[in-house]
């Protein structure tokens, strides 16, 4: 697959490294220094390059959405036309300082983001693991006991591709329905958030679910 990605911090900077490691070709873009583009596509070691977010979304099977919430419209008007696109979104709608969400409840970060791009395959996925997991999960794919990746989204397709995007960094996904769940979704983040960032054992954290029928 051909993978854009718009926002090439801790997520995006991960994600797209693993990405090209796994196979796909990635194009990193929208970070303030363009050598910071080049030197991650460089290190990804795979078929990897900088670009402009629209570049970067003109060619793509699959672009990922991975900036702080105050600068999605500047990227998405960066990144031009997505119709049709599948879109997928690790970002949150976080305040200002990163310590509250500014929307839940009865909405989502999500379903907002699907206002601003209605004609876009959207999907979130990824906002529920810390950056610092991604590299130790990939290294772990070939073990049998994976640990899960909620995403939800509308749209098949979307949905189809975000999932093998998910396994190719080493998660079990785990399908949590239509794009409204991120509702559920996105506050969860901030209880993985707090275990990660707050606790002694480090932020290298992931989840998974099991079952226990009888
Ligand atoms: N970090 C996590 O563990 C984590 C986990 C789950 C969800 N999330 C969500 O995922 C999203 C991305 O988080 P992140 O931690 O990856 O953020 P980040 O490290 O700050 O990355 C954001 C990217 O946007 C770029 N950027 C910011 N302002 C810009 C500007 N004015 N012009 C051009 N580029 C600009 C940054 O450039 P520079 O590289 O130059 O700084 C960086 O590449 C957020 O919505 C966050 O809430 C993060």
Known sequence: MRVA??????????LGTIWARAGHEVVFSYARSEQKLAKLAREAKGQARAGTPGEAAREADALLLAVHWSRVDDVLQQAGDVSGKVMVTCSLPMNADDTDLVIAHTSSG????AKKVPTARLVSAFSTVPSEVLFGVFAARRKATKPSL???????????IAAQLIRDVGFDPIDAGP????????????????????????????????????
């Open 110 to 113: 999500a379903e907002q983001l």
């Open 179 to 214: 794009l409204r769940i991120a509702r559920y979704t996105e506050p969860f983040t901030l209880l993985i958030a707090r275990l990660a960032y707050e606790g002694d054992e480090g932020p290298e954290l992931a989840y998974r679910f099991e079952r226990f029928g009888t």
């Open 150 to 160: 909620v995403y939800c989204g509308d749209d098949a397709k979307g949905k189809k």
């Open 5 to 14: 990605i718009l926002g090439s911090g801790l997520m995006g900077g991960k």
